[in-house]
C-alpha cells in the first residue's frame, strides 16, 4: 500500500525556520517525482514545491511565494522527502501535504497524498 | 484569484447528475497538459478522482467521468450520494505558473 507520512509542522514565529518531512512507503521512491501542496485555513490547495525523479533531472521547482525560502530535498536511501521552510510568514500558515507526483508525457497528476501537518506561523 | 476557475458553489438532489466546470486559457489546458480532479470531504486530505481529463484511478466508481474542450474542463458525477457532498478541486500544469489549482468548488447534495 502506497503511504505518504508528514511530520514536523507546529507553532513557529515568524521569521524562523521550520522542516517538514515525508516518510514514504509502498512504492519506488526514486521511481518518482514528490511535491508538496498547502491548504491555509478556509482556502483552496496551493502547489509549494516539486522535488523531480532523479532520471528527469532531479532538480528542484518552487511556487513563486516561496521561491527563496523554501528548499526541498529527498533522501532516497531512508525513503524521505524534506521541505525546509526559513523566513517564516504569517501567509505560509496552512497544512502541508505531500504528495506523489506520476507523470505521463505531459500529464502529470498527484495520485497519492498524505494526511497532512500543520504549520502555524504566529508571534 | 487562481488561473483555473471553478464555481464556488453547486447542489443537487440524490440521483440526480451535476457538472462542475474548471476554465483555463491557452498556456494551462488549452496548452495540452491535461486536467486532473480531486476530491476532498472534511477534515481529509484530497483525493484523486480523475486524471489526466478522463482516467478514473482505480477505486473511483464510473458515476465520476470528466471531459475536456479547448480551454475548459469538466467533472460530471451521475447518480449524486450523500457521501459525494464534498470540495472539488480542478488542476493543471501552466506554462508560466507552473502546478495550478482551481479555487474549489463545493457540493452540496440537498
Known amino acids: 500500500e502506497v503511504q505518504l507520512v508528514e511530520s514536523g509542522g507546529g507553532l513557529v514565529q515568524p521569521g524562523r525556520s521550520l522542516r517538514l518531512s515525508c516518510r514514504v512507503s509502498?512504492?519506488?521512491?526514486?521511481?518518482?517525482?514528490v511535491t508538496w501542496v498547502r491548504q491555509a485555513p478556509g482556502r483552496g490547495l496551493e502547489w509549494v514545491a516539486l522535488?523531480?525523479?532523479?532520471?528527469?533531472?532531479?532538480?528542484?521547482q518552487y511556487a513563486a511565494s516561496v521561491k527563496g525560502r523554501f528548499t526541498i530535498s529527498r533522501d532516497e536511501s531512508k525513503n524521505i522527502a524534506y521541505l525546509h521552510m526559513n523566513s517564516l510568514e504569517t501567509a505560509d500558515t496552512a497544512v502541508y501535504y505531500c504528495?506523489?507526483?506520476?507523470?505521463?508525457?505531459?500529464?502529470?497528476?498527484?495520485?497519492?497524498w498524505g494526511q497532512g501537518t500543520l504549520v502555524s506561523v504566529s508571534s | 484569484q487562481s488561473l483555473l476557475t471553478q464555481p464556488p458553489s453547486m447542489s443537487g438532489a440524490p440521483g440526480q447528475r451535476v457538472t462542475i466546470s474548471c476554465t483555463g486559457s491557452?498556456?494551462?489546458?488549452?496548452?495540452?497538459?491535461?486536467v486532473n480532479w480531486y476530491r476532498q470531504l472534511p477534515g481529509t486530505a484530497p483525493r484523486l478522482v480523475i486524471y489526466a481529463g478522463t482516467n478514473r484511478p482505480s477505486g473511483v466508481p464510473d458515476r465520476f467521468s470528466g471531459s475536456i474542450s479547448g480551454t475548459s474542463a469538466s467533472l460530471a458525477i451521475a447518480g449524486l450520494q450523500a457521501e459525494d457532498e464534498a470540495d472539488y478541486y480542478c488542476q493543471s500544469f501552466d506554462l508560466g505558473l507552473d502546478w495550478l489549482f482551481g479555487g474549489g468548488t463545493h457540493l452540496t447534495v440537498l
Open positions: 522535488s523531480r525523479r532523479k532520471d528527469h533531472g532531479g532538480t528542484a
Open positions: 504528495c506523489r507526483q506520476t507523470e505521463f508525457g505531459s500529464f502529470y497528476w498527484f495520485d497519492s
Open positions: 509502498g512504492f519506488t521512491f526514486g521511481d518518482y517525482s
Open positions: 491557452s498556456s494551462n489546458i488549452g496548452a495540452g497538459y491535461g
